[in-house]
């Protein structure tokens, strides 16, 4: 039974290297500005882990293949210094590699979520409630209308608590279900939640993002490739939770521009 296990474990591990290496479950091809460093920062966290991971099954498939047999009558050897020393340069080792990844990876997170959107940036206001997303931009006069959040009724489409009748900013807010942006200009998004927490996942943008109810969670990206990309909720957020789901569409300028006049009835 020992050499079938040594063969198993090794089988496992050299399969499981040869997929991640190979990227054969990855995400699909990245359609933002910091992906590529997202992607490469990917490559080496798993070539890192992956090179403890392979070594170390490899080692336990040799142990257990070399003593697997019965035979009786040879010397017990221990471990200078007995168990403490291996489990303290384990210790060691992994939080040495932790460090370091923390560390690399800080600089891709931190132009995430510590570097502020560019000036010219599109706003977009985002409201995620159960089950579903809403988008609102600015109208013509390019400012958001107050939230008043005792407002909010979902049963006449005032999923921001707007009050354009006391209100003259809300009355040209566009509300929507399906995020639109143009190509390669910056987007930042002011995510609201009105219920329990949400998240907002675009995988080819590589960012997710969790929406936390009594905050406003802002995310900013620039999208590089024309096309239609699907977003998801990633928190359990109820029963309905399999049905939250919109899209990113992302267009050329000129038919951003008129995308948005035709929204707004111009």
């Known amino acids: 039974m020992g050499k079938l296990f040594a063969i198993v474990v090794t089988v ?8 991640i290496a190979a990227h054969v479950w990855w995400p699909p091809v990245d359609i933002s500005t910091i992906g ?15 090179f403890l991971f392979l070594s170390s099954q490899l080692i336990l498939g040799y142990f257990a293949w070399k003593f697997s047999d019965n035979k009786d009558g040879r010397t017990i050897r221990y471990f200078p210094g007995g168990p403490g020393p291996l489990i303290g340069l384990a210790i060691v080792l992994v939080g040495v590699e932790i460090l370091v990844l923390s560390f690399v990876g800080s600089k891709v997170w931190a132009a995430v979520y ?4 560019e000036p010219d940036a599109l706003h977009v206001d985002v409201a995620a409630e159960q089950f579903a997303f809403y988008f609102r931009y600015a109208g013509p006069d390019g400012q958001f209308g107050v939230v008043h959040p005792e407002r909010v009724r979902d049963g006449n489409g005032n999923y921001f608590g707007l009050d354009p009748a006391n209100d003259v900013a809300a009355r040209d807010d566009t509300i929507v279900g399906t995020l639109t942006v143009p190509v390669n200009r910056p987007v930042l998004l002011t995510m609201h939640s009105k219920d329990v927490i949400h998240s907002f996942y675009v995988p080819e943008l590589r960012m997710q993002q969790d929406i936390v109810p009594g ?35 992302v267009l050329p300028p000129n038919q951003f521009d008129q995308w948005l006049k035709t929204q707004s009835g111009d």
């Open 12 to 19: 496992i591990a050299l399969v499981s290297a040869g997929l």
């Open 36 to 50: 590529p460093r997202i992607d490469r920062q990917m490559d080496e966290t798993m070539a890192a882990t992956g």
């Open 114 to 117: 510590m570097t502020p959107a």
């Open 215 to 249: 905050l406003t969670m802002p995310l900013h990206f620039t999208a590089t490739r024309v096309g239609k990309y699907e977003i998801v909720c990633t928190q359990l957020c109820g029963l309905g939770h399999y049905s939250m789901r919109s899209f990113l569409e």
